[in-house]
């Protein structure tokens, strides 16, 4: 049964109701637009009321209503963007360690980048059919992807299996058997970095399955804002890159406590500094006899002369030594000074502080 459209009349559109959550909207023409009867399996659009600036009720198609996320993308300011991306920066060393260790083979790691993307940018830059560990952590509720590049994938999994751990042909697919090597890793991964954070409650991973579509991530909404961390990773004569996504609204609770975990420090340490500045003298100590070394460094001899040195021998300095004296307390070099006499004694007279 075929039909045209009118092009005098008014045509609505509605959603094709059958696509997958998250996936790109199809629109078809409504012929109950024009009053007549749906098409065979369908049903007229809703219609949903809405009020009008001027407070007149008007019913608009439900296709017309559009959901928009309203604010920031991100929740952190550029500071804790930075100290967010330094303390991955650190994890990611130790992680490295700790990976290595369980696979018996070195594999670096490196943090790229970190920024904010949403769901459907994000899918347009990585791209389909990829091997992403989806996982929640607790008791955040965040669910995210930790995407492992497939030649990494492999090798990893070559390496658990025995192998050298050299690349391998990144075209087949991953069986079964490697998928849970992987997974495997995943999950040692994900501890690490749930522990690192010392948040108030002990986070905790749990792996929930593996997706090939990044559409497919659970969200609210394609629109839904996510910490993109891209990783470096080179294990043999592979090299690729890990993905980690975190959502945004999910880890606040984690970068609240992060922001005042340092601001705690900072004020820990200025007090620290504040009490060093201001401490009280004890007189008890007045009498300790401290150990002063007052010295020259990087005087040179001839090593014909150095054979032949004899008790008595003088070793001429350059005059301009006398204002360069060392002065040593616990074996550190503490003032420069100048050499001179005081009372019939040889004596120092301190010129400044040393500037190594």
């Known amino acids: 049964m075929s039909w045209r459209i009118d092009p005098n009349s008014e045509v609505r559109l509605f959603r094709d109701m059958t696509s997958p959550v998250g996936a790109p909207v199809g629109f078809a023409d409504d012929p109950a637009g024009e009053g007549g009867e749906a098409p065979e399996g369908g049903s007229p659009e809703e219609s949903i009321?809405?009020?009008?600036?001027?407070?007149?009720?008007?019913?608009?198609?439900?296709?017309?209503?559009?959901?928009?996320?309203?604010?920031?993308?991100?929740?952190?300011?550029?500071?804790?963007?930075?100290?967010?991306?330094?303390?991955?920066?650190l994890l990611l060393r130790s992680l490295s360690s700790r990976l290595s260790l369980f696979l018996r083979s070195e594999l670096m790691l490196e943090q790229v980048s970190l920024e904010v993307t949403d769901l459907g940018r994000f899918s347009k830059e990585i791209g389909h059919d990829r091997h992403m560990v989806l996982f929640k952590l607790h008791p955040l509720e965040a669910i995210g992807a930790l995407d492992i590049a497939k030649p990494l994938g492999l090798t990893i999994a070559d390496r658990m299996l025995g192998g050298k751990g050299f690349a391998v042909n990144p075209d087949r697919t991953i069986r079964?058997?490697?998928?849970?090597?992987?997974?495997?890793?995943?999950?040692?991964?994900?501890?690490?970095?749930?522990?690192?954070?010392?948040?108030?409650?002990?986070?905790?991973?749990?792996?929930?399955?593996?997706?090939?579509?990044?559409?497919?991530?659970?969200?609210?909404?394609?629109?839904?804002?996510?910490y993109h961390i891209t990783i470096d990773a080179e294990m043999g004569d592979c090299v690729a890159q890990v993905q980690m996504l975190l959502p945004v609204r999910g880890l606040e609770p984690l970068l609240r406590h992060l922001a005042q975990q340092t601001h705690s420090g900072t004020e820990?340490?200025?007090?620290?500094?504040?009490?060093?500045?201001?401490?009280?003298?004890?007189?008890?100590?007045?009498?300790?006899?401290?150990?002063?070394?007052?010295?020259?460094?990087?005087?040179?001899?001839l090593t014909r002369e150095l054979l032949h040195l004899k008790e008595g021998d003088i070793i001429p300095i350059d005059p301009k030594r006398l204002n360069q004296v060392e002065v040593q307390l616990a074996g550190m070099t503490k003032y420069t000074g100048s050499l001179g006499s005081l009372d019939k004694k040889t004596a120092v007279q301190i010129r400044e502080t040393f500037k190594p």
């Open 49 to 89: 009321p809405v009020h009008r600036p001027d407070g007149t009720l008007e019913d608009v198609p439900a296709s017309a209503i559009h959901t928009f996320t309203v604010g920031k993308q991100a929740s952190m300011s550029s500071t804790e963007v930075h100290r967010f991306q330094k303390q991955n920066a």
């Open 176 to 226: 079964e058997v490697e998928t849970a090597l992987i997974d495997q890793v995943a999950q040692i991964f994900l501890r690490e970095w749930a522990k690192f954070w010392n948040f108030e409650e002990p986070l905790r991973a749990t792996l929930l399955g593996n997706e090939s579509d990044p559409t497919h991530i659970p969200a609210a909404s394609m629109e839904e804002t996510f």
């Open 268 to 301: 820990d340490e200025e007090e620290e500094n504040y009490e060093v500045e201001h401490v009280k003298w004890k007189h008890m100590y007045d009498k300790v006899k401290v150990p002063l070394v007052a010295q020259w460094t990087d005087l040179t001899i």
